[in-house]
């Protein structure tokens, strides 16, 4: 339970700063400021994969 409810933490979360990035004013000029996005979009972008992949997987049998 506690792996799910991780999971969709992490999704909203990941979803947010994607959201975030489409819905912000790009920045003009700053090459480093607009590496620093690129960078955490594709945080972003792993964290919401992985947490939908995590949710989604199906538990292995402890036997």
């Known amino acids: ?3 799910k409810i991780l999971s ?5 979360w990941g ?10 004013n790009p920045s ?6 607009e590496s620093g996005q ?3 979009v594709l945080i972003g972008a792993f964290l ?7 949710y989604f997987k ?3 049998d402890s036997s």
Do not use: H
């Open 28 to 33: 003009n000029g700053n090459t480093a400021y």
């Open 48 to 54: 919401l994969i992985f947490s939908i992949y995590s």
């Open 15 to 24: 979803a947010g700063i994607i959201i975030n990035w489409f819905l912000s």
């Open 1 to 3: 339970m506690k792996k």
């Open 38 to 40: 690129i960078g955490a």
């Open 58 to 60: 199906e538990p292995k």
């Open 8 to 12: 969709v933490i992490g999704a909203i």
